[in-house]
């Protein structure tokens, strides 16, 4: 397509910049983005572009009567008006189950589903033209929850189920059912001395990355389309858009633009199929940029739950059996719901050992807004509920809430109830201790020498609502345990493509991945094990598209272990051919060629003794070594679909909370003063991006504690909030100090030992909070977010 | 309609606005400054946060038209706004800032490093916030820097408890906003130190 784009990201080199594996170098991206250089998905621009809007439904569940464009089509500067009739191809998309329509067709399943496409010369030309369509609905009953998704005269959320799950599911409303049976949890409950039970309900919390979703599709010459977006997986994308286009995959040329965050919330397709089509339709490039409204309905969001536990325990604190029921609201598409359900029963034990358990979870179709992936998938509800069953545990066996953990917590060695072996550290008991021996926070931060109060060291802050008076402090402590990688017998791999060649006289290695840089700082990570592996120091990151094999995706904390473990792998490999060069053009000069272990450091082929053979520029000369090479983890089974047993993770991952919290018992407004966390991390390759990954998790789970959800009308299944005016996530007043303590205890199975560490955090977080506001006020609490009028009792 | 206005110390006109635009779509989608940054466009979030006449506004609640004849500062303006600052305003009159003829000699610098950035000079708190790990996703930098920027300007020594007041209205969803701190205080230490 002739004319300018603007935005086209384009490699980038770090010459200066000297450090490998377990420095903590500094971001390529760096510069650019704190320069306002940095070009995202939204900031892409083309010549004679048109922008893209959508249309979307005002109601959650309805018949489709009659859809009218005429009105919009005819106004100035609008070139093209779509509906589900002007699909060239397939109609439905989706990762795992393809049930979402493009354009919706015969019904509309949740709130805010897309129905009709504009593309015009000016976006509020485009939305004053979506809002001239006139759609006429004949609504349905909503099914928002368990009891009305499986009554006997449910309607069917999709009907003429064929998935890979309809068949064993007990109602065609259940996406998926995971049940775990593993020993005899009835027989061990005669031995318990306590029982307790709880119920829990964990509310809807929104991805909210900043960068709306975004891009610019450019029809091509050969009747492609050249696709700029920010994603996590580029491949999966391409799977679901090319169908839907009606073009071959060659066809759909992706680049990642700038990703403004992520956190589970682009693993699914948003605006990419939706800009191609009218790209497609016009002939002229089209922008698309979802506002903050339209993005609380543009992307999935984290499952709210429903969570029944019960645990007994002997009188001196041994576990002796847990059952459990997690039943997890997956909305009107299914989207990653299967999976989220195979992790919130894998994973509902907590890091505990726990011999005989009974766990079912399973996740519905309903009218709710659609929920998949979000940072600690399925782990972070489980966690938030078995965490509230240990300190009722505690409490009713009078011990130390710590202490109970510590002595049913798991370590190498202990077999899940899965029936899988923990074959690598977990440290649980230690993290414990971690974060519990740290000095507590000084008292009555807000008093000053001799002046009155600083409010902003109070609950209610500047609202100035109190000076002290009413305001109690409580401490809790939570842990949890979460798998890192694709489980369940998925074939998980990354792809690697390195190109080491000469440049002014210097060894320059090019790396090149479809690995999705959303922030986590994947790209630092590439050119520190480039240099570590290579021995060079200029490292140029080629973007990411899907010109190379893919990636996988960039969630479920795999892609150091991942993305890294391929890199690492492909220059393993480029480094034998650099030898194999050496040998044959150097290999007579000296016998080390021939029996000396070989390593490249500083630019040079050096024995490991450190005796130098050779550069690598003269080795190579004007030779280029290129290797693409796919690089997996070990391979993982499925659940059994009755007993849930099977060797379903490639990792688990560990992080402790210590929460100290503030609240004014009067106003129900809660302080948190402190957040500290401990976890293993395997290897820490950048510790500064370790640490920040630690602190960026646990504030998510901060906000849940405290604020976060995305409330849906339980009467329409409307959404009431979608806007960060109404749904509140931490700002910096919010948030507290929070230390970081890590252990680096490898992993023998996985390269340089590493450990996924982006989702753990999130976990422990929530429950550390809630566990501290119990603790201030004596009340049960057994919901997220916690409001003020859970605490004053005016609910 | 047309709106005349000065950014970065250059003169703009912006020809065509549709009297509904904000400053924000202007700088964006017209003047080819995407640095300020649109992740709620209601102002919420401080991710758009620019210097209008010296003080920090979400652009994108400032309608085009109400820019006529002023002067804004955005992020890709922020290090020559820096320098002219450190090089001439001195704080005589506690109100540092960048007067109009010192601005109106901002220009692209040609042949920079553009890829990389390397070579590029920044302002101390740009410098800072590379070096502190407080950029990840980098969305909510631009707003932040801005927003930063203006504090230490009148506060070069602020406490934590001030920091956090101040940059209160820009929201980050990666970092947890303790690497910001660090960055904040590093970027005040340094100044104290070079003065």
Known sequence: ?795 | MRVNFTVNGRPQEADDVWEGESLLYVLRERLGLPGSKNACEQGECGSCTVRLDGVPVCSCLVAAGQVEGREVVTVEGLADFAKERAEHAGCDSGACGTSLDAAKRWEAKPGQDSQTGEGVELSPIQQAFIDAGAVQCGFCTPGLLVAADEMLERNPSPTDADIREALSGNLCRCTGYEKILDAVRLAAARQGEAV
């Open chain 1, 1 to 795: 397509m002739a004319g300018t784009t603007t935005g086209i990201p384009r490699d980038v080199t770090q010459n200066h910049v000297k450090g490998g594996i377990g420095e903590s170098t500094l971001r390529p991206d760096g510069t650019l983005k704190v320069t306002g250089e940095f070009a995202y998905s939204s900031d892409m621009w083309h010549e004679d572009m048109l922008w893209g809007q959508v249309l979307r439904s005002t109601v959650a569940h309805a018949e489709i009567v009659s859809i009218d464009t005429a009105e919009a089509l005819a106004m100035d500067g609008v070139y093209a008006v779509m509906t589900h009739e002007d699909l060239p191809a397939a109609k439905n998309y989706g990762m795992e189950f393809q049930d979402t329509p493009v354009l919706a067709y015969g019904k509309v399943r949740h709130h805010g589903e897309p129905v009709v496409l504009v593309a015009a010369d000016h976006p509020e030309t485009a939305r004053r033209a979506a809002a001239k369509v006139v759609i006429e609905y004949r609504e349905l009953p909503v099914i928002t929850d368990e009891a009305s998704a499986t009554a006997p005269d449910a309607i069917l959320v999709h009907e003429g189920r064929d998935d890979h799950h309809s068949g064993h599911v007990p109602h065609p409303n259940i996406v998926h059912r995971q049940p775990i049976i593993r020993g005899n949890a009835d027989e061990a409950a005669k031995r318990a001395d306590v029982i307790v039970k709880g119920e829990y309900t964990f509310g809807m919390q929104d991805q909210a990355f900043l960068g709306p979703e975004s891009g610019l599709a450019v029809p091509a010459e050969d009747g492609g389309v050249d696709l700029y977006v920010a994603t996590q997986w580029l491949h999966s994308d391409l799977k679901q858009i090319a169908p839907c286009l009606g073009l071959p995959e060659e066809k759909v040329r992706m680049t990642m633009a700038g990703v403004g965050g992520a956190f589970g919330g682009r693993e699914d397709i948003s605006m990419q199929i939706l800009a191609s089509l009218l790209a497609m339709r016009t002939g002229k490039p089209v922008k698309m940029v979802y506002n903050r409204y339209e993005s609380f309905f543009g992307h999935v969001h984290r499952h709210p739950a429903k969570l029944y536990y019960e645990h007994g325990a002997t009188k001196d604190g041994k576990l002796t059996h847990m059952k459990c029921k997690i039943v997890l609201d997956g909305g009107a598409y299914a989207s990653s719901t299967a999976s989220v359900v195979g992790n919130a029963s894998s994973l509902s034990v907590g890091p505990y050992v726990i011999d005989d358990v009974e766990i079912e979870a399973i996740g519905l179709y309903t009218n709710n807004p659609p929920c998949g992936a979000m940072r600690g998938f399925g782990a972070v509800q489980a966690c938030f509920a078995y965490e509230a069953q240990m300190d009722k545990l505690a409490a009713k066996l009078g011990m130390d809430p710590v202490e109970l953990r510590q002595l049913n917590a798991m370590e190498q060695g202990t077999i899940m109830p899965t029936g899988q072996v923990v074959d690598s550290p977990a440290p649980v008991a230690e993290l414990l201790r971690m974060v519990k021996a740290r000095p507590m926070p000084p008292e009555r931060q807000w008093e000053t020498a001799g002046e009155g109060a600083d409010v902003r060291a109070l609950p209610g802050g500047l609202s100035n609502t109190s000076h002290g008076e009413g305001v109690v402090r409580g401490v809790g402590y939570a842990v949890g345990i979460k798998n890192v990688g694709f489980s369940e017998g998925f074939d998980d791999y990354s792809t690697a493509k390195i190109r080491l060649e000469v440049i002014n006289g210097e060894p320059v290695a090019l790396v090149h991945t479809a690995m999705a840089e959303v922030g986590q700082g994947g790209v630092t990570i590439h050119a520190q094990i480039a240099r570590t592996e290579l021995g060079v120091q200029q490292v140029t990151i080629h973007p990411a598209d899907t010109q190379v094999g893919s990636a996988g995706s960039t969630s479920a904390g795999r892609q150091t272990y991942m993305t890294g473990g391929a890199i690492k792998n492909s220059c393993e490999i480029v480094r034998e051919k650099v030898l194999e060069i050496g040998r044959r053009k150097f290999g007579s000069y000296h016998p080390a060629w021939a029996n000396a272990e070989l390593l490249l450091e500083g630019g040079k082929v050096v024995t490991d003794n450190g005796e130098a053979l050779a550069s690598i520029a003269d080795v190579l000369e004007d030779q280029a070594v290129e290797v693409e090479e796919e690089w997996r983890h070990r391979p993982t089974q499925a659940f059994d679909l009755v007993t849930g047993q099977g060797n379903g993770h490639v990792q688990y991952a560990f992080a402790a909370h210590r929460a100290v919290v503030e609240v004014d018992t009067e106003l129900g407004l809660v302080k948190v003063i402190e957040l500290a966390c401990a976890q293993d991390v395997g290897k820490a390759v950048n510790p500064l991006s370790v640490i920040g990954q630690i602190q960026g998790g646990t504030t998510q789970g901060l906000g849940v504690a405290v604020m976060e959800e995305i409330i849906v009308d339980p009467k329409t299944a409307k959404v009431r909030n979608p806007s960060f005016t109404d749904y509140l996530i931490p700002t910096i007043l919010d948030t507290p100090t929070i230390p970081v303590d890590y252990l680096e205890l490898a992993d023998p199975n996985a390269p340089y030992g590493v450990r996924g560490i982006g989702e753990a955090p999130t976990l422990s977080s929530t429950p550390a909070v809630l566990a501290a506001i119990r603790a201030a006020t004596g009340l049960e609490l057994n919901k997220t977010p916690v409001r003020p009028e859970a605490l004053t009792g005016t609910l």
